[in-house]
């Protein structure tokens, strides 16, 4: 039985902005919305340049929301990512109306008074609420989430935000163009607004069609445990909030937390998961049952396409690339070589160059953190390029010996937009392991660079001592 439905692949160009006709494609004209979800994006002028696109997010239920949520692990974390964690927390992620974001300042490492910032604004979408739930006084929790986007180290214009949010509220609509808009409110250096919407059922309930939608932003700092990156999904399913954390957190393990662009992790990452149930059916109540398998499938699934687009909207990527581990004898150990090929600069431009260069997919390969023998013999090890057409695999390295590589196919296959990196382990050092991981990266070309000035950091020098300064150029 499929519970699955294709999601629809018509696309066209969004709200005033120049996206690039390669990119057109992933912008849809239409979808199907959950029930009681609402959104909108409406112009504020957070930053002083922006005169005319829409930089204030607001997605809102009529009805409240189990809610769950992911955070950065980064320790310079922003204040809407401290404020959204306190508000879920204290509220046990239930009775959760709204999601309020903005794009063009973080709100991130400001202090104090950043704090009180991202709580006002939660605050007054709380107040539009006020004449359909009991009146609050400042010291119950908000119902609010929120986020922010853009730069570092700068105070939001609060006065200006503040002042619009009710009108954000009075212009919520279920309607296609309205979350479309909404999904272009909160990018920043993205290309193109990221949204997509699918439809699914449930065993227990055959007769209720669900619906589940999702956006996402981030074109740069994208790497695990994600970066400069929002999410938010939402469906009308009856999912109570122990079972949609568990979801949320086993879904964008596979999905947000297996891709990278640059290999930098932001201050604001926040992937957050609202649920309704306003279409009705019998709630979900383990992840052992089918309803729960079947909405672990889905969610899991729409939140890998949700963050690929965010891969292909790399600045200024040119390739989507799936890297993939098998007959690994560890899962994490296949999806840590996944994750080491996929942010090596060397591959990555490689790629760029479309030179099929496997030795430095082997150099990754050896140099994984924490990986050793017993996981890569190098006897046994695979390497491929697996073209996306359907046609047979190029075959680099078999079990440790170099195959003679038709450079003209390997320059076809890397001419192309999407490309698979397939690594086979062979089981590893006793040949029994059958694992396997995916990463989802870009390549790395002249105009990611040019976005990049000479830079220093501390890190560690080959002895591990801390401290040591080094200096990376542009490659």
């Not at 986007?149 to 296609?176: E, N």
């Not at 996929?342 to 390969?365: E, F, M, P």
């Not at 192309?416 to 990463?439: A, F």
């Amino acid at each position: 039985m499929r519970f699955i439905q294709t999601i629809s692949r018509q696309f066209s160009a969004p709200v005033a902005g120049a996206i690039p006709s390669a990119k057109q494609q992933y912008v849809p004209t239409r979808g199907t919305y959950p029930k009681g979800f609402l959104a909108t994006g409406i112009h504020v002028g957070v930053k002083t340049s922006n005169t005319q696109f829409p930089d204030l997010a607001l997605i809102a239920s009529d009805i409240p929301c189990s809610a769950a949520a992911v955070f950065t692990k980064n320790i310079f974390q922003a204040a809407p990512v401290t404020v959204s964690r306190e508000i879920l927390q204290k509220k046990s992620g239930e009775g959760i109306r709204a999601i309020v974001i903005n794009s063009g300042c973080a709100n991130a490492v400001t202090g104090k008074g950043g704090l009180e910032d991202s709580m006002s604004m939660a605050r007054a979408v709380d107040g539009c609420f006020a004449s359909t739930v009991s009146s609050s006084s400042s010291s119950e929790t908000s119902s609010t989430l929120v986020m922010s986007t853009g730069v570092i180290g700068q105070r939001l214009p609060i006065s200006k935000i503040l002042s619009a949010i009710p009108q954000a509220y009075t212009s919520l609509s279920s309607s296609h163009s309205s979350w479309l808009v909404a999904a272009r409110a909160i990018c920043t250096t993205d290309t193109f607004p990221k949204l997509l919407s699918t439809t699914f059922s449930l065993p227990s309930s055959p007769g209720v069609n669900y619906s589940l939608a999702g956006m996402t932003k981030g074109a740069g700092m994208i790497h695990p445990n994600m970066a400069t990156l929002l999410g938010i999904l939402a469906t009308d399913a009856p999912i109570p909030e122990s079972i949609l954390s568990r979801l949320l957190k086993s879904a964008v393990d596979q999905s947000f937390h297996a891709i990278s662009i640059d290999g930098d992790m932001s201050t604001n990452d926040t992937v957050a998961f609202l649920a309704n149930g306003a279409a009705g059916g019998n709630p979900i109540t383990s992840l052992d049952t089918r309803d729960g398998q079947v909405m672990l499938e889905v969610l899991t699934s729409f939140a890998q396409q949700l963050s690929h687009l965010v891969v292909r909207d790399g600045e200024g990527a040119t390739k989507f690339v799936k890297v993939k581990v098998i007959n690994s004898p560890s899962l994490p150990d296949a999806k840590q070589i996944a994750g080491t090929i996929a942010r090596s600069l060397l591959v990555k431009t490689a790629l760029y160059g479309k030179d099929a260069n496997w030795g430095r997919i082997i150099c990754a390969i050896g140099h994984t953190e924490g990986v050793g023998v017993d996981t890569v013999a190098p006897s046994k090890t695979s390497v491929s390029f697996v073209p996306q057409d359907g046609s047979n695999p190029l075959k680099l390295l078999v079990n440790g010996e170099p195959e003679a590589v038709d450079e003209v196919r390997a320059a076809k296959i890397l001419d192309n937009e999407d490309l698979e990196i397939l690594v086979d382990l062979g089981g590893g050092k006793d040949g029994t392991g059958t694992e396997e991981s995916c990463y989802w990266t870009c390549d790395l070309s002249h105009v990611s660079l040019s976005n990049s000035k000479i830079q220093s950091h501390e890190a560690q020098d080959a002895d591990g001592r801390p401290g040591v300064c080094h200096y990376q150029c542009g490659l």
